[in-house]
């Protein structure tokens, strides 16, 4: 069965700090890779997607992710953490076969210090 | 423009009643997804509408169910609930069916007493 996992549950950083979220997910077909994050007491808003195309997608607030198909991987990173960053953040993958369900990673939570 | 709206907000029901739970989507936007955000299991895919059609389900028994209306909205119903049901209930939709961008809504907490 597909499935998506995320490498850590809760990741605390100091402002400027780089941050990078693994995520690792099975399936050997053509896939949509997503992240998404959840502000405290907000809803979950997109970040950053991938279809096709250059494997290096941008985001909002200067959050980018690499796909690497070989390694089935398509992890988050910020080259400096700023104290808004502070969220939960979701991996996700859905794909042609799978009737528009969406696989989420179990989640990412980002502590930053200021 | 409006972003996908639930209501009610926050549900709290007993054991062995009934709750309905309401999803509008993005305008134009004609797929509807329902998914369970439970404490220590994560975000579980749901239900999936799309042209007044369930065209998938996820792993949840027959008492969840629900329907999309000609204008798109939703409904997500579940009968006999059970504490486990507790959880938070999202909504979302996108543009295209299946493999599309899906824009979620804040969400329904339901309590289950």
């Known amino acids: 069965a597909q499935s998506v996992s995320q490498h850590n549950h809760h990741v605390i950083l100091s402002e400027a700090a780089s941050l990078e979220l693994g995520c690792n997910y099975s399936?050997?077909?053509?896939?949509?890779l997503f992240w998404y994050v959840q502000y405290p007491g907000q809803h979950l808003q997109l970040l950053l997607k991938y279809f096709s195309g250059d494997p290096l997608v941008k985001g909002i607030k200067g959050f980018e992710a690499e796909f690497i198909k070989s390694k089935f991987s398509f992890n988050l990173r910020k080259p400096s953490v700023q104290w808004s960053d502070t969220a939960e953040y979701f991996c996700a993958v859905n794909a042609e076969n799978q009737g528009g369900k969406l696989i989420f990673g179990q989640g990412t939570e980002l502590s930053v210090k200021p | 423009e409006a972003g996908v709206t639930q209501s009610p907000t926050h549900l709290i029901k007993t054991r062995g009643q009934q709750a309905t739970l309401r999803c509008s989507p993005i305008?134009?936007?004609?797929?509807v997804y329902w998914y369970q955000q439970a404490l220590g299991l994560g975000l579980q895919f749901l239900l999936w509408?799309?042209?007044?059609?369930?065209?998938n389900r996820g792993n949840f028994p027959p008492r969840f169910s629900g329907r999309q209306f000609p204008n798109y909205s939703s409904e997500l119903n579940v009968n006999a609930l059970e504490l486990e049901d507790s959880a938070l209930y999202l909504c979302?939709?996108?543009?295209?069916?299946?493999?599309?961008?899906?824009?979620f809504g804040p969400g329904t907490r339901l309590t289950v007493l």
């Open positions: 979302a939709s996108s543009q295209l069916r299946g493999t599309d961008t899906q824009y």
């Open positions: 509408y799309d042209e007044g059609e369930e065209r």
């Open positions: 305008s134009g936007h004609t797929s």
């Open positions: 399936y050997g077909g053509t896939v949509n």
